[in-house]
């Protein structure tokens, strides 16, 4: 038998105060007979409220992520607790709203671990804390009644995400001689080497296109530049991870 209130305010429980449906204790009944004394006091809800992120710091750009919390039974390990998601009176979800902010109640006290569900990435699945793993997932604790304010989870972001991760764009140029000038690039993406194309542009003309190497790196020799002070924009045309980016960079070509 559960019990349960329209309001957030309280936590659903079984009966004999079980909290979850892994540790609820069977009613007996006859027909024809009414069994009494099946009562229960439900406890004040715990709630949960965060937002969600992406690896810049912003809100992110899609709107079909929901949060799901899951709690550990006493009698079960994590990875039993993964039936959960067929048991909604186990589990609390609620779909992440456009600002990134999400709000979860009426959690009965117990440790959660937080899932996140992007529909539109394949459905794809990560945790609070950071992991990508169920067995990783960051634990919190909470107790009947309590609010817990202020989570912030990053999205992850690349290949089968919800969203490409930020790029940068390091560049150096050394003029020489005979209108002959050279560039070293390097693009990063989320802290690490990205592969694809380089476009190098003097002014709105593109110049040359060059891949990069594993390391995300590439050298870049240009010849017959008209003399003077020019403006390159190095443009990294992005990749299945990563975002597009660039750079300016101003060069005095010499005779």
Same mark, same amino acid.
């Given at each position: 038998? #559960?019990?349960?209130?329209?309001?957030?305010?309280?936590?659903?429980?079984?009966?004999?105060?079980?909290?979850?449906? &892994?540790?609820?204790?069977?009613?007996?009944?006859?027909?024809?007979?009414?069994?009494?004394?099946?009562?229960?006091?439900?406890?004040?809800?715990?709630?949960?409220?965060?937002? &969600?992120?992406?690896?810049?710091?912003?809100?992110?750009?899609?709107?079909?992520?929901?949060?799901?919390?899951?709690?550990?039974?006493?009698?079960?390990?994590?990875?039993?607790?993964?039936?959960?998601?067929?048991?909604?009176?186990?589990?609390?979800?609620?779909?992440?709203?456009?600002?990134?902010?999400?709000?979860?109640?009426?959690?009965?006290?117990?440790?959660?671990?937080?899932?996140?569900?992007?529909?539109?990435?394949?459905?794809?699945?990560?945790?609070?804390?950071?992991?990508?793993?169920?067995?990783?997932?960051? #634990?919190?604790?909470?107790?009947?009644?309590?609010? &817990?304010?202020? &989570?912030?989870?990053?999205?992850?972001?690349?290949?089968?995400?919800?969203?490409?991760?930020?790029?940068?764009?390091?560049?150096?140029?050394?003029?020489?001689?005979?209108?002959?000038?050279?560039?070293?690039?390097?693009?990063?993406?989320?802290?690490?080497?990205?592969?694809?194309?380089?476009?190098?542009?003097?002014?709105?003309?593109?110049?040359?296109?060059?891949?990069?190497?594993?390391?995300?790196?590439?050298?870049?020799?240009?010849?017959?530049?008209?003399?003077?002070?020019?403006?390159?924009?190095?443009?990294?045309?992005?990749?299945?991870?990563?975002?597009?980016?660039?750079?300016?960079?101003?060069?005095?070509?010499?005779?």
């Amino acid at each position: 038998v #559960r019990f349960s209130s329209s309001e957030d305010k309280f936590a659903p429980e079984y009966w004999k105060n079980s909290p979850d449906v &892994l540790e609820f204790e069977y009613v007996k009944v006859i027909n024809g007979y009414t069994k009494s004394g099946i009562d229960a006091a439900l406890e004040p809800g715990a709630s949960i409220t965060g937002d &969600l992120k992406d690896s810049a710091g912003r809100n992110p750009v899609t709107d079909d992520v929901e949060v799901w919390a899951l709690r550990l039974s006493t009698n079960s390990s994590w990875v039993e607790g993964q039936r959960y998601l067929a048991h909604h009176d186990a589990i609390r979800h609620a779909k992440v709203d456009p600002d990134g902010t999400y709000r979860l109640a009426g959690l009965p006290e117990g440790t959660y671990r937080l899932s996140f569900s992007v529909k539109s990435a394949q459905q794809t699945t990560f945790y609070h804390g950071g992991a990508t793993e169920w067995g990783l997932a960051e #634990r919190l604790s909470l107790k009947a009644g309590q609010h &817990l304010a202020g &989570l912030t989870t990053t999205l992850p972001c690349g290949e089968s995400q919800a969203v490409l991760c930020e790029s940068t764009v390091a560049v150096k140029a050394k003029p020489k001689k005979k209108r002959q000038v050279s560039f070293s690039l390097a693009v990063k993406s989320d802290k690490s080497a990205v592969g694809g194309k380089v476009a190098i542009y003097r002014g709105k003309k593109k110049v040359k296109t060059v891949r990069l190497n594993e390391k995300g790196k590439a050298t870049v020799k240009l010849v017959r530049q008209p003399r003077g002070k020019h403006k390159y924009s190095i443009r990294y045309l992005g990749s299945k991870t990563a975002k597009p980016a660039a750079k300016k960079i101003s060069v005095r070509i010499k005779k």
